[in-house]
T-cell receptor
Framework: AQSVSQHNHHVILSEAASLELGCNYS??????LFWYVQYPGQHLQLLLK??????LVKGIKGFEAEFIKSKFSFNLRKPSVQWSDTAEYFC?????????????FGKGTMLLVSP | DAGVIQSPRHEVTEMGQEVTLRCKPI?????LFWYRQTMMRGLELLIY????????DSGMPEDRFSAKMPNASFSTLKIQPSEPRDSAVYFC????????????FGPGTRLLVL
């Protein structure tokens, strides 16, 4: 079964700092990868996704993620965070053509950006 | 489209009572998912449907939990009887297809069982 591991439960940054949130997955086959964001009091929204092509994926609000197949990783990055990026970030994986048709989520990383 | 609609948004009940959560997926989506989110366990998939048929309910914690999807535009998640440890936020999500497709989440139902 596939699994997703997010390295940090909590991250605290000052505005303008650079962000990198780690995500590793375990599955031997081809995967689709997602980052979702949950702003305080709101529901989950898609930030970006990868399923083929360029391993560097750009999403909304200046976020990007790089799929490194050899490392089973899909880390989320942003060069300069803003206070409004305070939210919980979830990495998720869905295995292609494996019989699995569900999204497996990581436990999430809570990002707090101080002004 | 209005997105995924869930009701109620908040529910407070006493232990032992029946709780029914409702979800209306995005029109045209053929997959519907129920998730539970807690501080301890994060986001867990409970059950999902494809074309109104339950496909995998292995995430349903106990027999006290049941879910139905009588038609393409409506699903319920029922807890009977409810217990304090069921307190969580329950999300419904829908998608058109799977694997590569984005799941769209509803606003969630925040359940508190006293």
């Amino acid at each position: 079964a596939q699994s997703v591991s997010q390295h940090n439960h909590h991250v605290i940054l000052s505005e303008a700092a650079s962000l990198e949130l780690g995500c590793n997955y375990s599955y031997g086959g081809t995967v689709n990868l997602f980052w979702y964001v949950q702003y305080p009091g709101q529901h989950l929204q898609l930030l970006l996704k990868y399923f083929s092509g360029d391993p560097l994926v750009k999403g909304i609000k200046g976020f990007e993620a790089e799929f490194i197949k050899s490392k089973f990783s899909f880390n989320l990055r942003k060069p300069s965070v803003q206070w409004s990026d305070t939210a919980e970030y979830f990495c998720a994986v869905n295995a292609q053509n494996s019989g699995y048709s569900t999204l497996t989520f990581g436990k999430g990383t809570m990002l707090l950006v101080s002004p | 489209d209005a997105g995924v609609i869930q009701s109620p948004r908040h529910e407070v009940t006493e232990m032992g009572q029946e709780v029914t959560l409702r979800c209306k997926p995005i029109s045209g989506h053929d997959y519907l998912f129920w998730y539970r989110q807690t501080m301890m366990r994060g986001l867990e998939l409970l059950i999902y449907f494809n074309n109104n048929v339950p496909i995998d309910d292995s995430g349903m914690p106990e027999d006290r939990f049941s879910a139905k999807m009588p038609n393409a535009s409506f699903s319920t998640l029922k807890i009977q009887p409810s217990e304090p440890r069921d307190s969580a936020v329950y999300f419904c999500a829908s998608s058109f297809g799977w694997s590569e497709e984005t799941q769209y989440f509803g606003p969630g139902t925040r359940l508190l069982v006293l």
